[in-house]
C-alpha cells in the first residue's frame, strides 16, 4: 500500500517551498494537480509521472490518488499555498475517508495571505481572517453575512478571489460592504501575482479599492482600525508602546 501527501507549494516559486514540502515531491512517484500548479513544478520533477486536469476536477483528482496508492505508489497532491487554506487537504480527506484509505500525510505551505502580507510590510500583525469572495461554492449571502461581521469585530482582513470576469463587481461590492462599518480611509493594499513574475503591490484607501480593477491572480488587504500606511508599507501594530 502507497501513501499520499497533500502538499502546499506556496505562491510558485521553488525558494518559497518549505524543505517538508520538497522533501514530500522528491519522494513522491506520481504528482498530481490542478494543470497550472503541475506547470509550476513540471521543470524541477521531470524525472516524475504527472496526472493533471482542470478547474472543478478536485474530486477527481483525489479519487485518482487513492487508485495511485492503492497500486503501492507514494503519490503528492499539490495545491499552491497551503494545502489547508482553500485548498485539497479537506476533500482529499473525504475521499480518502469514503475510499477506507488512511495513510494521508498534510503538508503545510505558505498561504497567499502571509506571503502577500509580507511584500506590503505588517497588515495582519493584529487579529485576522481571511474570507474568498467567489460564491462558487459558498452563496453570497454568507460572504456577506461574514465580511459584516470582520468589520464589526475590528479584524485585518485577507480576501482572496477578489474578482473574476463574471463577478467583476465583487471587490466592489464588498468594500461597500465594509464601509457601512470601516471608515473610507481604512488603510489597505493588495499584491498581484504574489511569489511569481509580475509581481505588483499598491497601498490604498478602502474607499480607493472599492475602484481598483483586480483579477483572481490578487490578494487584498483590509487593514483594521489601528492599521496604518508608513513609507509606502501597511503596517497594523500589535499593541506594543514605543
Not at 111 to 138: E, K, V
Not at 141 to 164: H, M, Q, T, V
Not at 169 to 180: G, K, S, V
Request: proline share 3%; net charge negative.
Amino acid at each position: 500500500m502507497g501513501k499520499i501527501y497533500v502538499v502546499g507549494i506556496g505562491p510558485g516559486k521553488r525558494d518559497m517551498m518549505t524543505a517538508q514540502a520538497k522533501e514530500a515531491l522528491d519522494r513522491a512517484d506520481v504528482i498530481v494537480g490542478y494543470k497550472t500548479y503541475i506547470d509550476l513544478v513540471r521543470d524541477d520533477y521531470s524525472e516524475k509521472e504527472f496526472y493533471e486536469n482542470g478547474m472543478r476536477g478536485e474530486i477527481e483528482r483525489c479519487e485518482k490518488c487513492v487508485e495511485y496508492a492503492r497500486e503501492g505508489r507514494t503519490v503528492a497532491l499539490i495545491c499552491s499555498g497551503d494545502a489547508g487554506v482553500y485548498g485539497m487537504a479537506s476533500p482529499l480527506l473525504e475521499v480518502a475517508e469514503k475510499e477506507n484509505f488512511s495513510d494521508v500525510e498534510i503538508i503545510p505551505g505558505v498561504t497567499a495571505a502571509l506571503g502577500g502580507a509580507a511584500i506590503l510590510g505588517a497588515p495582519l500583525s493584529h487579529d485576522f481572517c481571511i474570507i474568498s469572495l467567489s460564491d462558487l461554492l459558498t452563496p453570497w449571502e454568507i460572504i456577506e453575512k461574514r465580511l459584516r461581521a470582520a468589520a464589526e469585530g475590528d479584524f485585518c482582513i485577507a480576501i482572496y478571489n477578489p474578482s473574476s470576469k463574471k463577478r467583476a463587481d465583487y471587490l466592489y461590492r464588498a468594500c461597500n460592504i465594509l464601509m457601512e462599518k470601516l471608515s473610507k480611509d481604512t488603510a489597505c493594499g493588495y499584491v498581484k501575482n504574489i511569489g511569481r513574475d509580475g509581481c505588483e503591490k499598491k497601498v490604498c484607501t478602502l474607499e480607493e479599492l472599492s475602484q481598483e480593477n483586480v483579477d483572481m491572480f490578487v490578494t487584498v488587504f483590509i487593514g483594521n482600525s489601528q492599521t496604518q500606511i508608513s513609507d509606502g508599507k501597511l503596517i497594523t501594530p500589535r499593541g506594543y508602546k514605543l
